[in-house]
């Protein structure tokens, strides 16, 4: 059976992860996802990727962009350990029954080393169902397709001859000459199918025609390969020529049972053809219909055949079921005996004493020699259907135990059963194969509603489609839809479309004058055999009002164990009225909720309903905090409900455990949210949406979700008049405009969020909005309002004894000093940061006070002691398990490495973090980590992987609309070119990353390329232009406040001054910079020092 992880690619490729399925874009993520499977578990190389991708005219960049591939095939996938970066590649991790490939080759192998014909023939049909058509069927035509086709089509043929040897040896003979010659025709010079060809014709009393297939085949081998046939083949063919009895298969045994012990009288020899009358109008199921009959009429001839259809109520199994039955009645020329066991009805379900009498009557057992007892009736059946060939129908069961004696017992005959519920009984103990219905496609259900009104009665696609959707494709539905339709022009369609949609939907699917003919007729039969404690919970599970649910969120919902809650959720399975969609997720058919809620506005008591979303929405609550503490430090949060606290907080083992929770569980956090927004209890709604905020920033997954989302708990703050609850959804809206790239907006709701808090006197929540204000200006360059804002963050929380905010505060005001070269002062605040974090935060903040005092070290020249935090820091967050920030970290560690001489540990420095950052998911820290991988490329004298880094970079940044990643990517061209001598180049690509600093107002960037711009016209002697930039460069740092920049730009000044032959001003020029340097022990006062003393 199907996990909640499957891939198939023995057909189309075919995805599902975590019980989603996943459509991989067309092209080179198929490729790719495609190479990786058929490696599975094993490490393919990069240099295999690019092979596969590119025939010919391989690009230059290749292996950065196969790579980026593999980045955005994760991302399509949306699981973190699925894919894993080697040393030396990436491997696909999968369990062996989660591809079909590997079922195939398993199973084939099983096959091969049994021994008994009857477990051999079972083996290797099932794997030969592993394959859906062509292997590969969509992947993009390439030579990579094509080796891999030929070789999985060989492995395909080679199954089919096991197969074929199966039947052969257990008398199927006769039945295997099309499909032979079939198969000779397709491959001609396949000589195994063709000795295959001559035993089965000489078998079949055809011995002048398998000779005269050995002749055709000889003839044609010599004629256009030039051989003779094999050994093999000639001595098959001198066997059949002189008859050899070893040839002929031996008589099988007898399998009819022994006489009943019951004397009954021989009945008359019937034929019953008791199925009722079939859909005139049946459509869709073509891939279902041919798979039942298939499982009919492939089946190894040693047992009974027998499938079990199920699935919920209306969805079309007992059509289906004599659809079928009609289709094989020449299989069955002794007749089909059909029953309605009344399973489903409110009335008793039939016996098997019922029906037994019945079948034996209808079989021509007169009624005055039934047997009186079970096993004397039974008895009688089988020896009835003995030397016969009956298609047995069983519709509507209540359970395996109902149907077990009505089951045929010798070949022959089969048995096609349908029911609500799974009977998995019958596939334990009886083999049988099991068949679950789902509704219509989209397409199917139009199909079905257009066959329904008829062209006498054409209908705009548009509303058919509509009235499809509104239907759930659920075939009872839409035929009463399609029945409402027949007398309705266009205008009254479209009024019906509209009672569907906001009107009463069950009411709307009625026939008027056949009570029978309703959903709601149909689901009740199911709703009311169900016991009070399972039709409870049914009418509980309407409350939840995400898309689907999981045995833990039912428990706390109902209040019940969870052991308990997963028991009724069975039951509710079994009985049709829910879908079990992975191992623990569960949904209901959109029908079922509209019933569901029906039932419990008519049923339940409102304050039980009240308590008992309370609870659901409680539960959501505390696993989303759980999550929020795994993927992010929490610095501040809105206090918690006694309910909410009441749920048990989970425990996960890491962010990859918290990250997949929440990427299977978003849809129903969104909904929780909305739902709450708008019905109660709004607490929830902000609450949920103040932890959703970790997820959604570290993830970037559920952005245009998670921005409705925190709208409307925003909008319910306000309509509540909660100051804090609006100022923490102000942060969260913040926070995701932040990150992805909208400062303005960041801006807007950031100050709105101090707004709220000063509303609320809330000196906490000012402090931390503060900080963020800062933070902000920051990202924008201005250096000087960021420290401002955050100081005053840093003052009001150490005035009211909030050390975690005054820690958050210090560790960012440590990195804007380090920026504006105020490095006294940036060493200070981390250093504080440090003391503050083991008491105040979490071993997390001791980290990241660590990389910030690394990047300040790193300033300073001091490369050893940065190495050292930084390595600490790393120590930090490998205890943690957190890996926020240490992509971040393994690029300071890189860049100390590089400065400090260390090429080798600065190269390894930033493949790990690259590796870290794919794992991750968030774009914009592959982008930083390529600039650093590009400059430690760069320093190993690996110039083409450094020109390849920084190029790739730059398109992700520039596909990204990352701005600050564009410009760094810039820079590291120009500086490679800068290296290469090739200073045209360098001053383009400098001039691109200055244009993009202005328009996107980053103005440390802009004096950092300006002073660039400086250096290369300085170097290709062109002095007013250096001059012209310096002065440009000065002017950006000063409105920045960024001394350390100032400084760099009166260098360079000076220096083109100097060459102009005005050493008076260049003299001024260097003594300017070192003033701003004062006081700092870094390598430019050095150089500066020197010129001074020189001039």
Not at 120 to 137: C, M, V
Not at 554 to 575: C, I
Not at 663 to 691: F, T
Not at 746 to 755: D, G, K, P, S, V
Request: glycine residues 6%.
């Amino acid at each position: 059976m199907v996990g909640d992880t499957d891939f198939r690619l023995l057909g189309t490729l075919d995805v599902t992860v975590a019980g989603r399925g996943i459509a991989v874009p067309t092209g080179t993520q198929q490729v790719v996802l495609a190479g990786l499977l058929l490696r599975a578990n094993q490490v393919v190389r990069v240099s295999e990727l690019i092979d596969w991708l590119w025939d010919e005219d391989v690009p230059d960049n290749a292996a950065s962009t196969a790579q980026a591939y593999v980045r955005r095939l994760r991302q399509t996938l949306r699981a973190k350990d699925l894919i894993t970066t080697m040393s030396n590649g990436y491997r696909i991790n999968l369990e062996h029954d989660e591809l079909d490939l590997i079922r195939f080759r398993g199973l084939v192998k099983q096959a091969d080393e049994t021994a008994d014909p009857a477990a051999r023939t079972d083996l290797i049909t099932q794997a030969l169902a592993q394959w859906r058509g062509p292997a590969l069927a969509d992947i993009p035509a390439c030579s990579f397709r094509e080796r891999e086709v030929t070789r999985l089509t060989e492995e395909h043929l080679r199954a089919v001859e096991i197969r074929v040897d199966c039947d052969l040896a257990i008398g199927r003979h006769a039945e295997l000459l099309p499909e032979l010659q079939n198969l000779t025709t397709q491959h001609p010079f396949r000589e195994r199918l063709h000795g295959q060809l001559m035993l089965a014709l000489y078998r079949s009393g055809r011995q002048v025609e398998a000779l005269s297939t050995f002749q055709h085949v000889r003839t044609r081998l010599a004629d256009e390969v030039g051989v003779d046939p094999s050994e093999q083949l000639r001595l098959l063919h001198q066997r059949i020529l002189t008859k050899d009895p070893e040839l002929t298969l031996p008589p099988k045994p007898s399998t009819a049972p022994a006489p009943p012990e019951t004397e009954t009288a021989p009945a008359e020899r019937q034929v019953p053809r008791q199925l009722p009358a079939g859909l005139r109008n049946f459509v869709g199921r073509d891939e279902t219909y041919q798979q039942i009959a298939g499982l009919f009429s492939h089946d190894g001839g040693t047992g009974v055949p027998v499938v079990a259809i199920s699935g919920q109520p209306g969805v079309g199994k007992s059509a289906l079921a004599v659809q079928v039955a009609h289709q094989l009645r020449a299989q069955f020329p002794d007749g089909q005996l059909f029953v309605d066991l009344l399973g489903n009805a409110l009335e008793r379900e039939l016996t098997a004493e019922q029906v037994l009498a019945r079948f034996l009557q209808a079989l021509g057992l007169p009624p005055d020699q039934l047997p009186d007892d079970l096993h004397g009736l039974v008895a009688a059946y089988r020896t009835a259907l003995a030397d016969r060939k009956v298609l047995v129908v069983l519709d509507n069961a209540a359970s395996a135990g109902q149907v077990r004696n009505l089951l045929p017992s010798t070949p022959g005959s089969a048995a096609l059963v349908t029911s609500r519920k799974s009977l998995r009984g019958l596939a334990a103990l009886g083999g049988a194969r099991l068949v679950n219905l789902d509704v219509l496609s989209a397409e199917q259900s139009v199909a079905l509603l257009n066959t329904i009104v008829g062209h006498d009665h054409p209908h705009d696609a548009a509303v058919l489609a509509e009235i499809a959707e509104l239907c759930g494709h659920l075939p009872l539905a839409l035929r009463i839809a399609g029945a409402n339709l027949l007398l309705r022009d266009d205008d009254s369609a479209q009024a019906y479309v509209t009672d569907l949609r906001h009107g009463n939907r069950l009411t709307a699917l009625e026939i008027e004058d056949d009570p029978g003919a309703t959903v709601r007729a149909v689901f009740d039969l199911s709703y009311l055999a169900l016991k009070p404690e399972v039709a409870r919970l049914f009418r509980q599970l309407s409350l939840v009002p995400g898309p689907d649910f999981t045995r833990q969120a039912v428990a706390v919902l109902a209040q019940l164990p969870e052991q308990r809650a997963g028991k009724l959720l069975t039951d509710l399975v079994a009985a049709g009225l829910l879908q079990q969609i992975a191992s623990d997720r569960f949904r209901f058919h959109d029908l079922l909720r509209l019933y569901s809620e029906e039932r419990c506005q008519i049923e339940e008591n409102p304050d039980e309903v009240a308590a008992a979303r309370a609870w659901l929405f409680a539960y959501y609550v505390r696993w989303v905090d759980a999550v929020a503490d795994v993927l992010w430090e929490t610095w501040y949060r809105l206090p918690r409900t006694e309910v909410e606290l009441a749920v048990p907080s989970p425990t996960f083992d890491g962010k990859a455990t918290a990250s997949a929770w929440m990427d299977q569980e978003g849809p129903n956090v969104m909904a929780a949210i909305l739902d709450a927004a708008e019905r109660g209890p709004v607490h929830a709604a902000w609450h949920l949406v103040e932890s959703l905020r970790a997820y959604l920033v570290t993830r970037g997954r559920y952005r245009a979700e998670g921005l409705v989302a925190a709208k409307a708990a925003l909008t319910a703050a306000r309509a509540a008049g909660d100051a804090r609850a609006e100022a923490a959804m102000h942060y969260v809206h913040a926070s995701i405009s932040f990150r992805f790239q909208d400062r303005v907006t960041a801006m807007e709701h950031t100050l709105a969020e101090l707004a709220a808090y000063e509303r609320c006197e809330s000196d906490e929540g000012r402090a931390r909005a503060l900080i963020a204000l800062g933070i902000l200006h920051f990202v924008d360059g201005r250096l000087g309002p960021a420290v401002d804002e955050i100081e005053r963050g840093v003052r009001l929380a150490e005035e009211h004894g909030s050390a975690k905010v005054r820690l958050f505060g210090l560790i960012n005001l440590s990195v804007v000093e380090e920026r504006r070269g105020h490095l006294d002062r940036a060493e200070w605040a981390a250093r504080e940061a440090l003391t503050m974090a083991p008491a105040s935060g979490t071993l997390v903040t001791v980290a990241a006070s660590r990389a910030v005092l690394g990047d300040v070290l790193v300033r300073r020249g001091r490369f050893s002691e940065a190495i050292g935090q930084f390595s600490a820091a790393l120590a930090s967050y490998q205890e943690t398990g957190t890996r926020n920030n240490v992509t971040k970290t393994l690029r300071g560690l890189s860049d100390a490495n590089r400065l400090a001489g260390d090429h080798k540990a600065a190269l390894a420095n930033a493949l790990e973090a690259m590796a870290v950052a794919d794992e991750s998911g968030i774009e914009q820290d592959q982008v930083d980590t390529l600039v650093t991988l590009a400059a430690a490329h760069q320093g190993i004298g690996h110039a083409d992987e450094a020109a390849t880094c920084a190029r790739t970079a730059l398109e992700m940044a520039r596909g990204l609309a990352y701005h600050r990643g564009e410009i760094s990517a810039l820079l590291e061209l120009a500086a490679q070119s800068r290296q290469r001598g090739d200073l045209a180049t360098a001053r383009e690509h400098a001039r691109q990353a200055v244009e993009l600093s202005r328009r996107a107002e980053l103005l440390d960037l802009e004096g950092r390329t300006e002073t660039l711009l400086a250096w290369l016209a300085f170097e290709a002697h062109d002095l007013v232009v250096a001059r012209e930039h310096a002065q440009r460069a000065l002017a950006v740092h000063t409105n920045a406040d960024s001394p350390f920049g100032q400084a760099q730009a009166l260098h360079v000044l000076g220096l083109a001054l100097a060459a102009s032959g005005d050493h008076e001003q260049a003299r001024s020029s260097w003594q300017q910079a070192l003033d701003r340097l004062s006081g700092l022990s870094i390598p430019d006062t050095d150089e500066l020092r020197r010129l001074l003393a020189s001039g």
